[in-house]
């Protein structure tokens, strides 16, 4: 495990200064975040605070113009997202982003051959062996998905395929995970459904997760930063938010009435 | 179940059809099915659309031909049989070498490449007469060497159309069963998920840039034994084989029959290569048909043919065909009359225009008609018009039934 290579307590991610400009504009500007290992870590703020775009510069989907990215204290800095994704670190996104014409089973399939040890083997059956199948089987039995194995994920509600978008990160077995908003655009039941399949699936895994319900977010999480135009403004325990003038000022309009 | 029937149909095709020409056109039909499979590695299963796929097997019937003219020249001492593997190799080879930096981006990006690339090697082609025989091409003799190795089966020697048909249909079902056999691999499974979200693919630990160049140097393969075939076939590797008019036929072959069922790309070849060697004997006009085929097919049956037949099937088993069919009738019967006004009207055309200085006769179904004269055209008027009109009313009509079919 990795844990106990980087010993308990450790970090499992690490942002040093990370920077993300587009021409003159400075989306993220000098973001610097430790989340232990272990941690459930929120990340709050405004639309257009720069949240998105911090994943896309951690996951490897852009390189940052500035800073450093560690995971487990190692570099990966502006590595490709398919090498990030093999050091541990897999992620959603805020659309329901699946593999369309797969059946449901087969887009888990595909999420978990990389821990299966498979490459881009066309000489052998997938079907055999590497315990796939079985993890396969495995996550679609935590997300009560099984009725749909053999549908194609195109045709599954959009409740289902967010449900299986957060399988697709189980399967690869990250020990890191960034959901960005798995609950947007759910109704009250769905997303109290979600947030604890999320927290039953994820435990044991560092998660630091995009979300705009402020209720679950203060409830679930072990620490929480809050993000406005592509600055952390502060970071601690759902108390010390709550808390912090600062946030009230810049980001909770001062009375912040949904903490109470 | 099916394989078997398969194999029987191949096996005892020759009996029914065993002309010279029926045995070429068959043959002939084998190779492009083959080619066909090959590109929808490409189109079907990674979403690659190329406008270049020609180059693999052009390169591959070069391949052969090469081989065989070594061992004309005693050069080389090669089953001729085992040739069709090196044009593979050939096909193979050249995507692997070209397809690095041609697969970095999928979609129109990799469209435009293939295009550039395909017209390159054509154009490369006419510049090195050496290598590819300038216009004319390069021949060569398939009797040169043993068929199998010396000695062996020597009353094979590929000289018979008959003998070229069982290589060739041989070949093409060990290709097919192998791209079938692919099917079931994790680089097929990558493959699938690049076509629907290459960005998806990278986040679970691939990348889609070393799927699409694994899926093109596997394409480029069955491309080039397909290639091969032809030319041991014609016993010719020409310019023509590289350019794009092949490259838009496999197209073609491939969304005609559709590229969603593993044997859509087969029934796409099987129609093709049909219009363009049979029915070109009987009229000029030939390409005209193939186009408006395809234009039909695109508009009615997205699926492509295979596609269609899946539905009809499905019906079928639902006992729901005789509902389906019911209000759709009177446009069946409509698109019928107005096909065969519009045949009428082609050939007369085709013949006014081609038949000048004399009175060209048109033949068109054992009739044989002067396409300067009023009658014909009245006859197609006759035909077309009401024929359009029905179906047009028919299709408004059964569009509104509520019976409609969802599959």
Known sequence: MHDAQAGPGSDALELEGVGKRYGHVQVLDDVTLRVAAGEFHALIGPNGAGKSSLFNVISGLTPPSAGRVRLHGRDVTGLAAHRMARSGLSRSFQVANVFGRMSVFDNLRCAAMRTGGLGYQWWRALDRGYGVAQRARQVMAQLGLEPRADRQAGELSYAEQRALELGMVLATDARVVLLDEPTAGMSRAETTRMMELIRDTCRGRTV????????????????????????????????????????????????????? | MGLAVGLALLALAPLAFGGGFQLGLMSQMCAMALFALSYNLLLGQTGMLSFGHAVYAGLGGYAVIHLLRAVESGMLVFPVVLLPVAGGLAGAGFAALIGYPTTRRGGTPFAMISLAVGELVHAAAGVLPEWFGGEGGLTADRTAGPAFAAGLWPEWSLGSDLHVYYLTAAWTVAGALAIHALGRTPLLKLANAVRDNPQRVA?????????????????????????????????????????????????LA?????????????????????????????????????????????????????????????????????????????????????????????????GRVHGAGGPAAVSWFGLTLDPSAALPWAAAGALLAPGAVILFRGRGRAAASPGECDA
């Open chain 1, 208 to 260: 630091l997760i995009v979300e705009h319900d402020m209720q679950v977010v203060f409830g679930l999480s072990d620490r929480i930063s809050v993000m406005v135009q592509g600055e952390l403004i502060a970071t601690g325990t759902p108390d010390r938010i709550r808390a912090d003038e600062a946030v009230r000022q810049a980001y909770l309009g001062g009375a912040a009435p949904e903490l109470e």
């Open chain 2, 203 to 251: 986040f679970i630990g691939y990348d889609p840039h070393r799927v699409r160049y694994l899926m093109l140097t596997m394409a480029g393969f069955f491309a080039g034994v397909a290639g091969g075939l032809m030319a041991l076939n014609l016993e010719i590797a020409s310019a023509d084989s590289l350019g794009a008019l092949r490259s838009g036929a496999v197209l």
């Open chain 2, 254 to 350: 491939v969304v005609v029959g559709g590229s969603g069922l593993f044997l859509g790309p087969v029934a796409g070849a099987v129609v093709v290569t049909f219009f363009s060697v049979a029915l070109s004997r009987h009229t000029g006009a030939w390409q005209l048909y193939l186009g408006l085929v395809f234009a039909a097919v695109v508009l009615v049956l997205p699926g492509g043919l295979a596609g269609g037949a899946r539905d009809a099937a499905r019906l079928v088993a639902r006992r729901e065909l005789a509902g389906w069919l019911r209000p759709r009738g009177w446009a069946a019967a409509g698109a019928l009359g107005g096909c065969a006004g519009l045949s009428l009207a082609i050939e007369l055309a085709y």
